[in-house]
């Protein structure tokens, strides 16, 4: 597709199991970021790779979260043992090689942790 | 984490009306970006500034980078219902990550 794509939609786990959000760029984007949305609120960074180098980790809220981008398109949000505060809209988006070029967002990952 | 302060907060008005939304920061940005969400969807950029003073328009929606480069606002004239959804302001830094504001839910009525 021409958009960023982002999968699951919806994930509902339990309190302790670890999720994996995977994330598809605009094909020939460089930059990829990650951003948690609470209910109500504005996105927040989390993440950033340019190619397969996370060159800013510095918004993951601790180290049960990990993002990977290894081959420098698809990325892979990586959330260990989770917490109920974890539940969230997970944001992709993706730039043109530059940094500060407009990002365009993914429709995210709403997870629901019981 | 750090949020840009948007205003207001939510507004219900009429069809035809215009809107106004503005944002500020107490850190300089180079590019000041809005986005448009709606239910169940990722935000998608409605206008993008990158000079200081700059008044970009992109049909109904007119946006400026204030002088200081610590706010902009968004105007959107003769609003109509698809106009329904949550604004956000943001501000790019250098490493070219997004710190956005609250939100501004607006309602039209037809």
């Known amino acids: 597709g021409a958009g960023v794509s982002q999968s699951p939609r919806y994930k509902v786990a339990k309190r302790g199991q670890d999720v994996a959000l995977r994330c598809d760029p605009i094909?020939?984007?460089?930059?990829l970021f990650w951003y948690q949305q609470a209910l109500g609120q504005g996105p927040e960074f989390l993440t950033y790779?340019?190619?397969?180098?996370?060159?800013?980790k510095s918004g993951l809220p601790s180290d049960r979260f990990f993002a990977e981008r290894p081959e420098g398109s698809v990325s892979t949000l990586k959330i260990q043992r989770t917490q109920q505060e974890d539940s969230a809209v997970y944001l992709c988006?993706?730039?043109?090689?530059?940094?500060?070029?407009?990002?365009?967002f993914g429709d995210g990952t709403r997870l629901s942790i019981l | 984490g750090q949020q840009l302060n948007q205003s207001p907060q939510s507004m219900f008005i009429q069809e035809g009306e215009d809107v106004s939304m503005n944002c500020t920061s107490s850190?300089?940005?180079?590019?000041w970006l809005w986005y448009k969400q709606e239910p169940g969807e990722g935000p998608v950029l409605l206008i993008a500034?990158?000079?200081?003073?700059e008044l970009t328009s992109n049909g109904r929606l007119t946006a400026q980078f204030g002088i200081t480069r610590k706010d902009s606002f968004l105007n959107i004239s003769a609003s109509i219902p698809s106009d329904v959804g949550i604004y956000f302001c943001?501000?790019?830094?250098?490493?070219?990550?997004?710190?956005f504001g609250q939100g501004t839910t607006l309602q039209v009525k037809p």
């Open positions: 988006a993706s730039s043109l090689i530059m940094p500060n070029q407009p990002q365009h």
């Open positions: 943001a501000g790019q830094s250098s490493t070219g990550k997004l710190i």
């Open positions: 850190s300089i940005f180079n590019t």
């Open positions: 790779f340019q190619n397969e180098a996370q060159l800013d």
């Open positions: 094909s020939g984007h460089v930059s």
């Open positions: 500034l990158y000079k200081a003073g």
